[in-house]
């Protein structure tokens, strides 16, 4: 052994442990002899000291109570170290029978054993506790030049956050408190630190007496309202907030500041969590083959991800976008290596592709996502519109009728109510073609008995708003402007947007999808509509800086077709209640399948030949509330109210 392994922290503990004891056994002595020292005489004392050197020694190596870390000693060392004292008693007991039997001698009188008892263990557990109270002095008080930080969340998580940091010793965070909005706990103290209320005036108050530049936010489930307030006040106050990841991920594998991150405008956004039928949802797809078009999109790839949970017994992904596509079955293939998944590259405008997917692999239902969704994009492009998001949705309907499939969920979007733009326009006719076909084909049904082997499909529309993070949407935007140090663009002051977190959409579409039996239109329930402008300023503040000083916020305009508001729901359509308190039924009005069929081709022949102008006006005869606003083809308006 190395002189070097002679001096670590665990011989250096166990000989102090050793001298405790001798310490504590002359101490008793002492006490019993009145402090004496003539009288020691009368005791073996070299034999006593080889006694208890040779006994403690032996417990120690047995209990192992040296090998604990000083400064992080637990109520398991306290027990280690007592249950030693309690042996070592009961051993010098036996000793001094043996030695009265055989040699006459009495070298540890009862009360001397008593006495030690307590004088030893007072000792041991003393100096522990002394070291660990000076190491937490020392990372509470004794660095400077940590940041101060406060944890709001004085329950169980936060206090699980604390300890972590508070070992961390290559840290250069100081925890000074909690925060928390529960009144039961503000005012009181958590592991030795005071629980502040998350009102305006304390956090001044912290930051005035306490110095506190960051918070740390420990809740996995935090209030979006009350979270939205904190974070304002915190900005306002110069105080840095961050976010700890879930404790069940980061428990076992240890503390390191890597598990701190910054609060994202999503996590201000984002909503309470969804409560879904997993068992209704699971029956409708276990065991089946799934088609998911536009399945490499934001939309489409979520909906892969939480269907691959679900065990179909194989999932379609249909995109003609190759290489999101082929990352997403790389991802598949990590994450869910049970799973079947067939990436299928294809224009859901080519029948004759198409077609040989509904023969192959004969899906058994169907989420429609795919579609062409830019409003400003769309607007130059109306054919295309079209035929990707008309023709596409009609095509995909009659193969799903034709092969016999039993439902088909479309994915629309709140654009398609009192549609001002070609997009919502195209996505409102496919509305209109899907309801009415699944009118039409069980009317055929319930007329001619079972023309078809199976029951007929049942098609199913799910209506919503803008989604966090989803390809094109403001707030990727707004991050890149950001790091090119701006100006961040907003097309008007006043213009709203509902937002939702891809997940939850995604969740509510397969929710909406089971419950459906045909020709509903499901409304999500979206929460409150979001300021772009007031969403720019905070993730102007959210990057540190200041709107309007340091980076400005730009108004370009409204954009062809782009509305002010949007709307769930049009002005003639109400809502009937479902048993999920976020989704509803819109009730809207019935169309006549054959009259629906005859213009859709009139206006998909239109698109085909690309004209503009008449597919146009062939979309405004379809849909009579589609006003155009900001656009080329407002004229259009204009000459029907002429006529």
């Known amino acids: ?104 001698e009495n070298m540890f009188p009862l009360s001397v054993i008593a006495i030690n008892f307590f004088i030893n263990t007072f000792f041991l557990l003393s100096y522990r506790l002394f070291v660990k109270w000076v190491f937490r002095y020392y990372s509470r008080y004794g660095v400077i030049n940590k940041t101060k930080a406060v944890i709001y969340n004085a329950g169980h998580s936060g206090l699980m956050v604390r300890k972590a940091i508070h070992e961390d010793q290559t840290g250069n965070i100081r925890i000074a408190g909690f925060l928390d909005d529960k009144l039961t706990r503000t005012g009181k103290r958590l592991d030795g630190l005071p629980i502040f209320s998350t009102r305006r005036d304390s956090l001044e108050k912290l930051v005035r007496q306490e110095k506190i530049k960051l918070l740390i936010v420990a809740d996995e489930t935090p209030d979006t309202q009350l979270l939205n307030n904190l974070v304002d006040n915190c900005f306002a106050l110069n105080i840095k907030v961050q976010k700890v990841l879930p404790v069940n991920k980061w428990i076992n594998a240890g503390w390191s500041p890597a598990k701190l991150q910054d609060i994202k405008i999503e996590d201000l956004l984002d909503r309470s969590v969804i409560n879904i039928n997993n068992e209704q949802v699971s029956r409708e797809t276990r065991g089946k083959a799934i088609l998911v078009t536009g399945a490499a999109g934001s939309i489409g790839s979520e909906l892969v991800r939480q269907l ?42 080519d029948r004759i592709r198409m077609q040989q997917l509904f023969e192959v692999y004969e899906p058994a239902v169907v989420y429609h996502a795919a579609a062409y969704k830019h409003v400003p994009m769309m607007e130059k492009n109306p054919s295309v519109a079209v035929l990707n998001n008309v023709l596409g949705t009609k095509m995909l309907s009659e193969l799903s009728v034709e092969f016999g499939v039993e439902k088909f969920v479309m994915v629309s979007t709140d654009k398609a109510v009192n549609p001002t733009n070609v997009m919502g326009a195209s996505k409102r006719i496919a509305e209109i073609f899907t309801q009415s076909y699944n009118t039409h084909v069980n009317r055929q049904f319930k007329k001619t008995g079972p023309v078809y082997s199976t029951p007929p499909t049942r ?85 540190g800086r200041e709107p309007g000083v340091d980076i400005q916020i730009v108004y370009t305009g409204l954009r062809p077709g782009e509305k002010l508001y949007e709307e769930l729901l049009n002005t003639a359509e109400n809502t009937l209640s479902t048993y999920h308190e976020k989704i509803m039924i819109a009730r809207v009005r019935e169309y006549d399948f054959v009259e629906v069929n005859e213009e859709i081709e009139k206006l998909i022949a239109s698109a085909q030949k690309h004209y503009i102008t008449p597919t146009v006006a062939l979309m405004k005869q379809l849909v009579p509330e589609f006003i155009s606003k900001n656009s080329t083809y407002e004229q259009l308006d204009k000459d029907k109210i002429k006529l």
């Not at 992904?317 to 294809?346: F, N, Q, W």
């Not at 239109?521 to 969403?535: N, R, S, T, Y």
């Open 459 to 543: 098609f199913i529309t799910t209506r919503f708003g803008n989604v966090l993070g989803s390809n094109g949407s403001v707030i990727p935007r707004f991050k890149q402007q950001l790091e090119k140090g701006g100006p961040l663009t907003v097309t008007h002051p006043d213009i709203t947007r509902y937002f939702m977190t891809i997940p939850e959409a995604c969740q509510l579409v397969l929710e909406a999808g089971a419950m459906g039996q045909g020709g509903e239109i499901f409304v999500f329930d979206m929460g409150q509509p979001v300021k772009i402008a007031e969403l720019a300023s905070k993730m102007i503040r959210m990057s």
């Open 1 to 104: 052994m190395t002189k070097r392994s002679w001096i670590t922290p665990s011989w250096l503990i166990l000989l102090l442990d050793l001298g405790c004891s001798i310490v504590a056994m002359s101490l008793a002595f002492l006490l019993r002899l009145n402090f004496n020292i003539e009288d020691f005489g009368r005791y073996p004392m070299q034999d006593i000291v080889l006694v208890v050197v040779s006994v403690n020694l032996l417990l120690s190596l047995l209990f192992r109570t040296y090998m604990g870390i000083v400064r992080y000693t637990s109520m398991a060392d306290i027990g280690r170290i007592s249950c030693v004292s309690l042996i070592s008693a009961v051993i010098y007991y036996n000793v001094n029978v043996a030695a009265v039997a055989y040699t006459r």
């Open 308 to 349: 691959a949970k679900l065990s179909p017994s194989v999932i379609l992904m249909c995109d003609k976008a190759e290489s999101p596509l082929h990352e997403l079955e790389l991802e598949m293939a990590e994450l869910h290596p049970g799973v079947t998944v067939v990436p299928y590259i294809a224009n859901i405008c």
